[in-house]
């Protein structure tokens, strides 16, 4: 530490102040070793089992969060289960991000874990600013040693260092301040709108230079992975931001973020259909991570809209073509049944597509095995019709979408969306935003301008297989029959939508998958362990379009 910081651990019935003086003079350290790798600091007595004590958690913790405010990372290393990673992250904490004075509070401890809070004030070049944040830690016996010990993790030190790799740092930020703003004008940030928040930095980072911005001073975690990106902590000085602008729509991003917010782990994207911008992507939780456009899960019966399209340009169904919808059906050598075991006797491909019979669309494939195509057909619709497995470039991190060749029983559970094929929300909305546009435009958040990048391309669809589309996911939509009528029932007109649930073998219950269009704007939303796609997903895809 610097000679003269002022370091102090205060809270419960102890409070520590040191200013350039070892904690030794305080009796602190007499007989505190820790570690599991310190073997001439062990007593002879046999190693103490069983869980640690609510005496020696407060302790342990106490000393530990001592020798990390004091500067002295080989103590508080020493004190942890971990010293040879935890010693070197001690000392970047206050080396790396140029903490120069901290104190840090213990909270109550819940079991063998303590809450604490940490100011401290960070300095660089003559700039200084006051630094505060919740962690917390958790006190483990050692295996070897038997003793107290903190489980050591990054997330001690910060809760946002969720990997060995994550670092802090503090200087003059890597790239310009950015004020990204909405098709409007009207500017976006994190504190608004959470889940924009990796999409942000991540624009910053790839665009801040180009927008016309100066750097600052900040206090960052650096990643440690390029393909993820850094997040600022705190701002010591402000550069001077340049002007972004990104095609969401302020007013859809809030009812995006709104909904999702109903349900514990959600997702959802929306896409104007005769452009291919997006207008909103929300997640619930808003973290670090973007599913709603980096996920990658089975799309469910949605994949019914490629499913039928394909048919449509294999000469297998029209929409008005008879279908055979049975309780079940075996294909591979697999069993395939539709919900509760419904059937429709004398049904239309649109029926079946509004009802979601499932062996409807298996059992209408049959005839591409003569032509050797079962297992690349669907794929094939997918890439050049949808460009689902293309590279999308839409200017931040996204999924791509992937509907490979496949073999035995997952070519069927293809057809409805399981098996290999995997998506995300904004794959699954551009689904929709394809029918309703008659052709795929590959999705994107900024202008093509600012990097030239190249968008990805599909011939449009037919005449015949976009009408087609669009009849039958508006019968979905408004049928009273329809899987997707209730969650549709307020949604302005033109409009259709389909459902979809995925199961996935270590949940309970299915996600819940709703994609719907109304005018010029398309969603797409999943739910996790949602049920059925218009119990969940359904209402998040209604309210985001409705405010479209």
């Known amino acids: ?34 570690g599991e790798t310190s073997p001439e600091s062990r007593s002879e007595a046999a190693p103490k089992t069983g869980p640690v004590t609510a005496e020696e958690v407060t302790t342990t913790a106490r000393d530990f969060l001592a020798a990390w405010a004091a500067g002295e990372p080989e103590k508080a290393g020493q004190l942890t289960n971990d010293p040879v990673t935890a010693e070197p992250a001690v000392a970047a904490y206050r080396e790396g991000a140029s903490v120069t004075e901290t104190t840090i509070t213990p909270g109550a401890p819940v079991g063998a874990k303590v809450p604490f809070t940490v100011k401290a004030t960070v300095t660089y070049k003559g700039v200084s ?17 038997g003793r107290p010990l903190v489980k050591w993790a990054p997330s ?40 924009l928040r990796p999409i942000l930095d991540t624009l910053r980072e790839r665009y801040g230079a180009k927008a016309g911005g100066t750097t600052g001073i900040e206090t960052w975690i650096d990643s440690g992975n390029e393909t993820v990106a850094d997040s600022t902590l705190l701002v010591l000085s402000k550069g001077k931001p340049g002007t972004l602008k990104t095609t969401i729509d302020a ?24 452009t291919g911008a997006i207008r909103a992507v929300a997640n619930s939780p808003a973290t670090e991570y973007n599913i709603a456009f980096q996920g990658q899960q089975a799309p469910g019966s949605t994949m019914k809209i490629v499913t039928a399209a394909m048919m449509m340009q294999n000469s297998l169904a029209t929409p008005n073509s008879k279908v055979e919808c049975p309780p079940d059906v075996v294909s591979r050598s697999q069993t395939f049944e539709n919900l509760d075991r419904f059937s429709i006797p004398d049904g239309t491909l649109t029926e079946a597509f509004r009802r979601s019979c499932n062996t409807a669309f298996i059992k209408a494939i049959s005839p591409l095995a003569d032509k050797n195509i ?35 029983s997952d070519t069927p559970a293809s057809y409805i969306g399981q098996g290999k094929i995997t998506m995300s929300a904004l794959n699954v909305a551009s689904l929709s935003a394809t029918v ?43 049928a009273s029959d329809g899987t997707a009528r209730e969650a549709m029932a307020g949604v302005p007109f033109p409009k259709g939508a389909k459902t979809g649930s995925a199961e996935v073998d270590s949940q309970g219950k299915s996600n819940s998958w709703f994609t719907g269009y109304s005018g010029d704007l398309a969603a797409a939303a999943v739910v996790q362990e949602g049920g059925h796609g218009s119990d969940a997903a359904g209402p998040v895809v209604a309210a985001v379009l409705k405010a479209g």
């Open 1 to 34: 530490m610097r000679s003269g910081a002022k370091v102090a651990i205060v809270g419960g019935v102890f409070a520590v102040v040191a200013g350039g003086v070892g904690y030794g003079g305080y009796n602190l350290w007499n007989g505190i070793t820790g």
């Open 129 to 145: 600013k006051p630094w505060s944040y919740a962690s917390e830690l958790t006190v483990v016996r050692g295996t070897t040693t």
């Open 156 to 195: 001690v030190l910060h809760p946002k260092l969720t990997t060995a790799e994550a670092t802090l740092r503090t200087g003059e930020a890597e790239t310009a301040s950015v004020k990204a703003v909405d098709r409007n004008g009207d500017e976006l940030t994190a504190e608004k709108y959470p889940s």
């Open 251 to 274: 007013d859809v991003q809030a009812a995006a973020e709104k909904a999702v917010k109903t349900y514990g782990n959600a997702s959802v994207a929306a896409i104007e259909p005769s």
């Open 374 to 408: 079962a297992d690349t057909a669907l794929g094939t619709t997918a890439r050049d019709s949808f460009g689902i497995g293309q590279v999308w470039k839409v200017g931040v991190p996204a999924s791509d979408g992937s509907v490979p060749e496949s073999a035995g």
């Open 436 to 478: 309703k546009n008659g052709g795929f435009l590959q999705p994107y958040l900024v202008a093509r301008s600012l990097d030239d990048r190249e968008f990805a391309k599909a011939a449009p669809l037919s005449s015949e297989v976009a009408l087609g589309l669009q009849k039958m996911m508006n019968a979905a939509a408004t």
